[in-house]
């Protein structure tokens, strides 16, 4: 079974998103786990300090062992394709998770992207956390669609 996690800043409070999201989540079959993890935004003014405080949250108890990719617009771009790829490369080479990084308002810890296996973008656009996660996720399903042949990714 492959194991993904997400752990982003923010809890998802719209209700048409989370509805989405939902719906992702409930066609994935049982050979794939999700979880997901909502770190509290930080309170603190000064961007520095919100995004050292983030970080914390968002490394603070990762599986040993798990392929870490951060979600930052200045990583590389991958088709739907390439991410099933590297999924599916590292699985055969016995990694059984995978586990996401979205930041909040002002982005990523550079400790969060240096401790990152890979670092990924889903183009130069910026996407409020909420969207982002709803796109990982929809691209989560696709990556087991994607991996057993089936139709969904034509």
């Given at each position: 079974?492959?194991?993904?996690?997400?752990?982003?800043?923010?809890?998802?409070?719209?209700?048409?998103?989370?509805?989405?999201?939902?719906?992702?989540?409930?066609?994935?079959?049982?050979?794939?786990?999700?979880?997901?993890?909502?770190?509290?935004?930080?309170?603190?003014?000064?961007m520095s300090i919100v995004k050292t405080e983030e970080?914390?949250?968002?490394?603070?108890?990762?599986?040993?062992?798990?392929?870490?990719?951060?979600?930052?617009?200045?990583?590389?771009?991958?088709?739907?394709?390439?991410?099933?790829?590297?999924?599916?490369?590292?699985?055969?080479?016995?990694?059984?998770?995978?586990?996401?990084?979205?930041?909040?308002?002002?982005?990523?810890?550079?400790?969060?992207?240096?401790?990152?296996?890979?670092?990924?973008?889903?183009?130069?656009?910026?996407?409020?956390?909420?969207?982002?996660?709803?796109?990982?996720?929809?691209?989560?399903?696709?990556?087991?669609?994607?991996?057993?042949?089936?139709?969904?990714?034509?």
């Amino acid at each position: 079974m492959i194991r993904f996690y997400i752990r982003a800043i923010g809890k998802l409070k719209n209700k048409a998103i989370l509805s989405l999201i939902n719906e992702y989540r409930s066609r994935l079959t049982n050979s794939l786990d999700l979880q997901e993890l909502e770190a509290k935004k930080s309170t603190s003014l000064a961007m520095s300090i919100v995004k050292t405080e983030e970080a914390k949250l968002l490394l603070g108890d990762v599986k040993s062992g798990s392929y870490k990719i951060a979600l930052d617009e200045r990583g590389e771009n991958l088709s739907s394709h390439q991410l099933a790829e590297l999924v599916q490369k590292k699985s055969i080479s016995g990694c059984s998770s995978f586990t996401f990084f979205i930041g909040g308002a002002d982005g990523l810890d550079d400790s969060v992207r240096s401790s990152c296996d890979k670092i990924i973008s889903f183009g130069k656009i910026t996407l409020p956390h909420m969207l982002a996660r709803l796109v990982l996720i929809e691209q989560i399903y696709r990556i087991e669609k994607i991996m057993s042949n089936h139709p969904y990714d034509k």
